[in-house]
């Protein structure tokens, strides 16, 4: 079980989230990239190789446990470690894939089997083990409740449990995420701006262009984009609406156009600093140690020198790169993706909202009426999770 300080908190710590950024849904504004270790990080000019070196303390502390969804980054983390045991001659990794019967928005087998299949046939060797999920995962379920109420507010990611059930599986081992995968291999303008040049435009669809457009756009246009795309979030009052908006244009704006600048600037962000932190205390509370190895800044510093400054890779040539070969064409240039919300807003949110009485939030910022129909509408937005989680602590 895990142990907590005199003060209520977890003993490892858990970072405190602002009113501000539970409103928002996430935690706003830039964080130092990479953290002060004190030692300066030297670019390897392989990033595959980078990654590799990533992912070895995680074999090194078997069970190295890896989260297997099926999405192109957990297949890619678990080909590269299976291939990566082999050749050092340690223990395998160690698949574990949570699987959400009557979700089809969560449903990923076929993919799963795919790459499993896949792995195989290169007589890659590897343990796999699928886990169907009820209600546990819930944000304020019985993996996350005990936590909220130790730390005594809202904690970011909303959706703890999946790291608490996560860790327990781990025996004392390691865990290894594909965190931060769609921020480091995605996303980059030049990659995007680059890919439609070698095309020279041809066979591109309306939402293709839309998407180079917005590449291209300077700051000013890619702000007003920012704005339409930051949501309509109806439960905030309409002036904190408008200010909640304004910020979130400005973050998604901020993604510089040079190829190594995006790539560090992919993980300059307070969100992920502070999900990382959050994530890795409550792994190392259950004595597991958390691996993300997209994370690494030896790696991302690797990635980032690889393209120079205008060159850079597609998520499709990105992912073909690190997985050497280990992973089909298919996968590699999968993009649909799975959700997982239905899990998170389970029964015990659901019953929360229904009978909620309004308090614990600001009405001042925030219509309570509003606020419950996005808790009990069909797809929940992830970015009421928080406050879901502070209203349920001040009123139970």
């Given at each position: 079980?895990?142990?907590?300080?005199?003060?209520?908190?977890?003993?490892?710590?858990l970072?405190?989230?602002?009113?501000?950024?539970?409103?928002v849904?996430?935690?706003?504004?830039?964080a130092?990239?990479?953290?002060?270790?004190?030692?300066?990080?030297?670019?390897?000019?392989?990033?595959?190789?980078?990654?590799?070196?990533?992912?070895?303390?995680?074999?090194?502390?078997?069970?190295?446990?890896?989260?297997?969804s099926?999405?192109r980054?957990?297949?890619?983390?678990?080909?590269?470690?299976?291939?990566?045991?082999?050749?050092?001659?340690?223990?395998?990794?160690?698949?574990?894939?949570?699987?959400?019967?009557?979700?089809?928005?969560?449903?990923?087998?076929?993919?799963?089997?795919?790459?499993a299949?896949?792995?195989?046939?290169?007589?890659?060797?590897?343990?796999w083990?699928?886990?169907?999920?009820?209600?546990?995962?819930?944000?304020?379920?019985?993996l996350?409740?005990?936590?909220?109420?130790?730390?005594?507010?809202?904690?970011?990611?909303?959706?703890?449990?999946?790291?608490?059930?996560?860790?327990?599986?781990?025996g004392?081992?390691?865990?290894?995420?594909?965190?931060?995968?769609?921020?480091?291999?995605?996303?980059?303008?030049?990659?995007?701006?680059?890919?439609v040049?070698?095309?020279?435009?041809?066979?591109?669809?309306?939402?293709?262009?839309?998407?180079?457009?917005?590449?291209?756009?300077?700051?000013p246009?890619?702000?007003?984009?920012?704005?339409?795309?930051?949501?309509?979030?109806?439960?905030?009052?309409p002036?904190?609406?408008?200010?909640?908006?304004?910020?979130?244009?400005?973050?998604?704006a901020?993604?510089?156009?040079?190829?190594?600048?995006?790539v560090?600037?992919?993980?300059?962000?307070?969100?992920?600093?502070?999900?990382?932190?959050?994530?890795?205390?409550?792994?190392?509370?259950?004595?597991?140690m958390?691996?993300?190895?997209?994370?690494?800044?030896?790696?991302?510093?690797?990635?980032?020198?690889?393209?120079?400054?205008?060159?850079?890779?597609?998520?499709?040539?990105?992912?073909?790169?690190?997985?050497?070969?280990?992973?089909?064409?298919?996968?590699?240039?999968?993009t649909?993706?799975?959700?997982?919300?239905g899990?998170?807003?389970?029964?015990?949110?659901?019953?929360?909202?229904?009978?909620?009485?309004g308090?614990?939030?600001?009405?001042?910022?925030v219509?309570?009426?509003?606020?419950?129909?996005?808790?009990?509408?069909?797809v929940?937005?992830?970015?009421?999770?928080?406050?879901?989680q502070?209203?349920?602590?001040?009123?139970?």
């Amino acid at each position: 079980m895990p142990s907590y300080s005199p003060d209520g908190r977890l003993a490892s710590g858990l970072p405190v989230i602002g009113s501000r950024d539970v409103l928002v849904g996430y935690p706003l504004g830039p964080a130092p990239w990479p953290p002060q270790t004190g030692n300066p990080v030297v670019p390897d000019a392989d990033p595959a190789r980078a990654l590799r070196a990533a992912l070895l303390p995680a074999l090194l502390r078997p069970p190295c446990v890896v989260a297997f969804s099926g999405g192109r980054d957990s297949s890619l983390l678990l080909a590269v470690a299976a291939g990566l045991a082999h050749r050092e001659g340690l223990e395998p990794p160690h698949a574990v894939t949570f699987r959400y019967p009557g979700d089809p928005a969560a449903a990923e087998s076929e993919w799963q089997e795919l790459v499993a299949e896949h792995l195989r046939s290169q007589r890659l060797r590897f343990d796999w083990t699928c886990h169907d999920i009820g209600d546990e995962l819930d944000l304020v379920g019985p993996l996350a409740a005990p936590i909220l109420r130790a730390h005594g507010g809202p904690v970011f990611p909303a959706a703890i449990g999946h790291t608490v059930a996560l860790a327990r599986l781990t025996g004392g081992g390691s865990l290894v995420t594909g965190n931060a995968g769609d921020e480091v291999l995605g996303g980059h303008r030049i990659a995007v701006l680059r890919a439609v040049a070698r095309r020279r435009g041809r066979g591109l669809t309306r939402t293709e262009w839309a998407v180079v457009a917005a590449a291209a756009a300077p700051t000013p246009v890619r702000l007003a984009l920012g704005r339409r795309g930051a949501g309509t979030a109806p439960w905030l009052r309409p002036a904190v609406r408008r200010a909640v908006r304004a910020r979130m244009a400005r973050e998604l704006a901020r993604r510089p156009l040079r190829w190594d600048r995006s790539v560090a600037a992919a993980l300059r962000s307070r969100a992920g600093s502070i999900g990382t932190r959050t994530r890795a205390a409550v792994a190392a509370s259950h004595g597991c140690m958390l691996v993300d190895p997209l994370r690494a800044p030896a790696f991302v510093a690797s990635y980032a020198a690889f393209g120079n400054r205008w060159g850079g890779l597609t998520r499709d040539a990105g992912t073909r790169l690190l997985g050497g070969g280990l992973l089909t064409d298919a996968l590699v240039r999968r993009t649909s993706k799975a959700y997982f919300n239905g899990s998170r807003f389970g029964p015990a949110s659901r019953a929360f909202a229904r009978d909620w009485d309004g308090s614990g939030v600001d009405d001042s910022r925030v219509d309570p009426e509003a606020l419950r129909d996005a808790w009990l509408s069909v797809v929940p937005p992830a970015t009421t999770a928080m406050l879901l989680q502070q209203a349920w602590l001040a009123t139970t």
